[in-house]
DNA sequence: CATGAGGCTTACCTTTTTGTAAGTACTTAC
DNA sequence: GTAAGTACTTACAAAAAGGTAAGCCTCATG
């Protein structure tokens, strides 16, 4: 019952490339520099914020809790806070949440492996192009 | 022969997830905020710089210009210029942008496929939490 | 002859993002 | 008694991203 990810007839491709899209925003969160990360590590299983901020290398107390608070504000992330005495706090994710994850595990899946050949090309390219043209002449 | 999307075992899962992955880079190329849209907009057809320009709302050509190199310069567009009078400059994707064109576009469709769900979400949270315990006490 | 298109680059400035360090509160371990 | 773990927040500062405006080159148009 759930819209799954594949394009439906009904969808309006290209919504996001008009500049008031309330996808943007979502977009923002989800691609934000510690946001898929934290996806990507809570796909494989629920974390409490310590284990998180470990789990994800160089994330900062302070971003992984502004990160954390938008995705769960976005209804993708569940965090459940067990007032005991050492606080312990357990973040996963919602059906939601593990949808966008997929997506955004696909993608950084997608890079990791592809990652030989992007390195590959990027060492074919000149790296600078102060202006290379790359054909010749046509007309106007 | 070239990688798919699909995860492989050979896949070591979630290097992405360690400071130094050569990874979080390519990422953050392919999720920056202009990055995102131009390889939606690239995957519909390929588009000359002005068009492009105009195809993704709210881009500026300082912010494009530098987008479109960065991604050539990881090997996902091609670049290709014709020295005609007034300058002709075409941008497409070569078959490793193709790659990573379809998982972005999945994921900018999952989101504007769910967008009704993630509104309604969001409409649920409180949007502040000063100190909310879900559950009540347990032992430590 | 001034203007505009097309594809950029550069300088300069504003906004946003991110990081660092320290503080809070409470209890167990040393 | 003091340090450490846990989950955060706050203030301040540095860094990065983004925007604006102008310039460059050359031909066709009015």
């Known amino acids: ?3 799954g990810s594949r394009l439906g007839e009904t969808l309006r491709r290209g919504e996001v490339l008009a500049p008031e899209c309330p996808s943007r925003e ?3 969160h989800v691609t934000s520099r510690w946001g898929v990360l934290t996806l990507v590590a809570l796909m494989e299983r629920t974390h409490r914020f310590s284990e998180l901020r470990r789990r994800i290398g160089g994330v900062s107390e302070k971003m992984l809790a ?3 608070q938008q995705l769960e504000q ?3 992330i569940r965090r459940v806070s067990y007032p005991v005495v050492p606080p312990h706090v357990e973040y996963s ?3 939601l949440g593990v949808g966008i994850g997929r997506q ?8 990791e492996i592809n990652l030989p050949e992007i390195l590959k090309a990027q060492q074919r390219q000149p790296s600078s192009r102060p202006n290379a043209d790359q ?3 046509a007309a106007t």
Chains 1, 2 share one sequence.
């Open 74 to 76: 976005d209804g993708f």
């Open 104 to 111: 955004v595990e696909a993608m950084t899946d997608w890079i």
């Open 135 to 137: 054909t010749p002449p």
């Open 1 to 3: 019952m759930n819209a």
């Open 26 to 28: 979502i977009l923002k």
């Open 66 to 68: 502004q990160t954390l």
């Open 93 to 95: 994710l919602t059906p």
